[in-house]
């Protein structure tokens, strides 16, 4: 029982969930709506779901990418951990939309509008902002937009600035982090209404659930598999330079990693 209530409670700002509620093209557009501030149908969702476990690498990755019915293109990403990459991070999905965009012999002016939409539960610049829109400008010589059908928005859904923020908006950042009956029943938002029921849907879907569950599993085994091999790996390199006459270097281990690596290099344990 504890199994299914986990699933069923989860948060729109698990990673897992929001990519596959976005694969349901109504509830992809309503969250771009709720974005955006307006009508968006979309035509076509592609959700990019990556998993890859060994012994030595974890990646996963959840984002979707949707074109609408006017070929705008929409990449978004749910953020729960700020590891400072995010505007680096933006140009790279910017670029791999672009280079799949056009098709050979097209001209560059065929590419569409873009959007690299990124859903962070952190205040990714620190200026206590909801949104964050990015459009490039010359500033150098003199300010003008160049035009060039990109956008890079950056939700916060921590976000204490909501002057001039939509209603809509700020339902949508809160209900990331409260995905409950009994928010959406105090806010009155028709289209929270609609993307809430629908999720609802999704989190009785058993098939989705084993998934979550068989995923969940897999990350839990993996980690506690890494940290069993590195605590492993720091007995042994302890135990090799205690034999080599490096007892006294062993402190350095925790102070300077760089000579922590080195080690590991000297006494063939890096990988």
Known sequence: MAVKESFKNLNLNNAFLFAAAMEDKEICGLVLECILGHHIEVEKVIPEKMTLFSSDFRYARFDVFATDIVKVTYNLEMQNRNEGDL??????????????????????????????????????FG????????????????PFALE?????????????????????????????NNSTD????????KRIDR????????????????NYMYLKEMLSNEKQEGMKDGQEKILSLIRLMTQNGQEKEIPRLSEDEKFFEKMLRKYQLFK
């Open 127 to 142: 200026k206590g902002k909801c949104v964050y829109t990015f459009e490039m400008m010359c500033n150098a010589e003199e």
């Open 148 to 176: 060039d059908g990109a956008k890079r928005v950056f939700l916060n859904t921590k976000g204490k600035d909501t002057a001039n923020v939509p209603k809509t908006l700020i339902h949508f950042l809160q209900y990331v």
């Open 195 to 210: 993307i809430h029921e629908k999720i609802t849907k999704l989190k009785h879907n058993r098939t989705l659930e084993d």
């Open 182 to 189: 009994h928010y959406v029943k105090i806010i009155h938002d």
């Open 87 to 124: 505007s680096k991070r933006s140009r790279y999905h910017q670029a791999e939309i672009d280079v799949t965009s056009l098709e050979s012999g097209q001209n560059y002016c065929d590419l569409p509008p873009v959007y690299i939409i990124f859903i962070c539960n952190f205040d990714p």
